[in-house]
């Protein structure tokens, strides 16, 4: 049985005192059934159940239909709409300026795996503390459905003609860039998506997830590699996943045989239980998370889940030693040498 709620008190508020409604921000302008609008929704109960007040998360995004999603959310939360293919420079200069704040970064295919690409590489190697949604569709919505650089070889597009060229995997550039966590999922599950999304913002360092989401005014045909219907048909979970809270408690006494269960830890001390299904995939190794993604796309699969999870990189506040006070809040008397540390430097030079 479920706790009654205190008296008084109602029963739909967290523990930070806020409804769901608190999480929720100004009503979609994109198409109705977007999948992007489904992510949207899936990040406001993630904070909503793991009680996160909005005023400690930054929101960012760049160019494209996806850049609008952070609109649609969080509005108590301070955000930053920037250039195309500009957001993880601009979450970088954010986080740095306030490491005790949690970003969340949505970008699309388009402004992450074309123009946003070198700027994509270098935020993974420097391992920001930022969770990284790519909401992928394959298609340039906003400037009528060309094919974005994740778009399938031989995809077929009523004015664009054929796709010639190969695909762009995003989870496959993120795990050679020294992501330190990896994740795919498809906007038509749910559940998967909002747990996925808890994990990555309990992880220190950056979160990748690529989520499939269908674009349907110009690109959910049926055979469409970013379509609901070729998405549902062809989904191969690596595992179930469930995101639990920190505890004190131990959580599994004695490991299981059939069915096994794996606990990845994050950096805060909360835990991601891993149920493996068909597949015994160890997402603490590198290797096997690219060898995992290179057999999906040779042999067409939706692979979904949790890829790949490094828990020992330091996050870039970690490496650069920041003081604990926000250098935004840093006063002029902070920030100045003392007299006898100028003579010293000046003593050295001379």
């Not at 060309?146 to 054929?162: P, V, W």
Request: proline share 5%; glycine share 8%.
């Amino acid at each position: 049985m479920s706790a009654l709620p205190m008296a008084g008190v109602p029963a739909n508020v967290n523990s930070v005192g806020l409804t769901k409604n608190d999480y929720r921000g100004a009503p979609t302008t994109l198409c109705a059934g977007c999948g992007h609008n489904s992510i949207s929704n899936q990040i406001i109960g993630a904070m909503y159940e793991m009680n996160v007040l909005p005023e400690n998360v930054l929101k960012f995004s760049g160019i494209g239909c996806s850049s609008k999603s952070p609109t649609y959310f969080m509005n108590r939360s301070f955000g930053f709409n920037s250039l195309h293919g500009r957001m993880p420079s601009i979450a970088t200069g954010g986080l740095f300026g306030d490491h005790t704040l949690k970003g969340i970064g949505v970008s699309g295919d388009g402004d992450t795996a074309s123009i946003g690409m070198g700027q994509f590489k270098h935020v993974m190697r420097r391992n920001l503390d930022l969770v990284y949604i790519v909401e992928n569709n394959g298609v340039y919505g906003l400037t009528k459905g060309q094919f974005s650089a994740t778009a399938e070889r031989g995809l077929e597009l009523k004015k664009q003609g054929t796709n010639p060229y190969m695909p762009v995997d995003i989870c496959m550039e993120a795990v050679i860039s020294n992501a330190t966590f990896v994740a795919r999922s498809f906007a038509g599950n749910a559940k998967q998506v909002k747990e996925l999304l808890k994990a990555a913002f309990a992880h220190r360092g950056i979160a990748v997830l690529d989520i499939i989401s269908p674009c349907v005014t110009f690109n959910n045909a049926d055979n469409a590699h970013h379509s609901y219907a070729w998405g549902k048909d062809h989904e191969e979970p690596l595992h179930d996943i469930t995101y639990i809270a920190p505890r004190q408690e131990i959580m599994l006494e004695k490991e299981l045989e059939a069915g096994e269960v794996r606990e990845v830890a994050m950096h805060d001390g909360s835990t991601v239980i891993l149920k493996n299904l068909e597949k015994s995939h160890d997402p603490f190794n590198r290797f096997e998370a690219l060898r995992v993604l290179e057999e999906a796309q040779q042999k067409n699969w939706l692979i979904t889940g949790l890829i790949y999870v490094s828990e020992n990189k330091p996050s870039l506040t970690d490496t650069y030693n920041l003081v604990d006070t926000p250098l935004n809040r840093l006063t002029e008397a902070d920030l100045r040498p003392a007299p006898e540390m100028i003579d010293k430097v000046n003593s050295l030079m001379f």
